[in-house]
């Protein structure tokens, strides 16, 4: 399901932001972009998302800004600072080179400073984030839940409509084999006239054809599966595969009805049946 949080936390005199956005997806992936200093805390933002969010694909973006009047500490990262000095003074006189090395010879080399992303207690920072990262999270979900719901209102409706259409279906269905062997009998009068044939042979075929028509516990098991999976809707929790394999079963006994009747009228709400299922497969992939 989509949805999107923000959180904001101070520290060490600068205004942190947080925000998580997700869309549907059959699993969880989650990306984390990060301040290169917060590398390090990727894989703990991965599993605390994972926490609160089972199915979906979420972002997680954190940036900052260093508060007004905050003065942004600025530290020489000494070691680096040696080694460099070190190394240029080896390579000048290895190769002859003339020129001292000077503050602007090392001042734009990489990782001699750190600023305020590396200041202060990171620790203490990283509890903070994590606080911050939860009530995004906690947003994200009051989100989540308001699209569920709209989305377990339409599913139920789409429900009512195949427990309707599978009502009509048993009404118009239940003469239907019998006038079937009814049909086959006259038939074959029409064919063969006052030919002598035998009456139980053809009352067993009449009974044969009657019996394959009939489409009773195609549509029991197919009433029970919609009570299940209505009574699971309502109850809530993580309900994908459990959803998927259902409506597996539903499509399935809704094209044996219809393989097995030629009622047109059958038939048509037969095509009802698997249009209102397939609406509801799309809207399953949402949900997590």
Do not use: C
């Amino acid at each position: 399901m989509t949805g999107f949080g923000r959180a904001v936390v101070e520290s060490d005199g600068m205004l942190w932001t947080i925000e998580v956005q997700s869309v549907n997806s059959r699993f969880l992936d989650v990306q984390v972009r990060l301040p290169r200093a917060l590398a390090g805390t990727e894989f703990a933002l991965r599993k605390r998302a994972g926490d609160f969010v089972a199915r979906g694909k979420v972002n997680i973006a954190v940036t900052w800004e260093a508060l007004p009047g905050k003065a942004a500490a600025v530290v020489v990262n000494r070691p680096i600072a040696d080694a460099y000095i070190k190394q240029l003074k080896a390579l000048g006189s290895e190769y002859k080179l003339h020129g001292e090395v000077s503050i602007e010879t090392i001042a734009g080399l990489p990782d001699l400073f750190t600023g305020s992303l590396e200041a202060g207690d990171r620790d203490v920072r990283e509890a903070e984030l994590q606080g911050a990262l939860d009530k995004a999270l906690d947003s994200l979900n009051a989100m989540r839940i308001t699209e569920g719901e709209k989305l377990g209102r339409d599913i139920s409706e789409r429900l009512g409509v195949i427990k309707s259409e599978l009502k009509a279906v048993e009404s118009e269905a239940e003469g239907y084999a019998q006038a079937l062997a009814e049909k086959v009998q006259q038939r074959i009068q029409q064919l063969f006239g006052d030919l002598s044939l035998d009456p139980q042979r053809l009352a067993q075929e009449a009974a044969f054809l009657a019996e394959r028509a009939d489409v009773t516990e195609e549509r029991i098991r197919l009433g029970a599966h919609l009570d299940e999976f209505d009574a699971a809707l309502r109850k809530g929790g993580e309900l994908g595969r459990r959803f998927n394999f259902l409506l597996q079963e539903m499509v399935r006994e809704t094209n044996t009805i219809g393989s097995k009747t030629g009622e047109l009228s059958v038939i048509r709400r037969v095509i009802k049946m698997k249009e209102e299922l397939e609406k509801i497969r799309e809207q399953v992939q949402n949900l997590e």
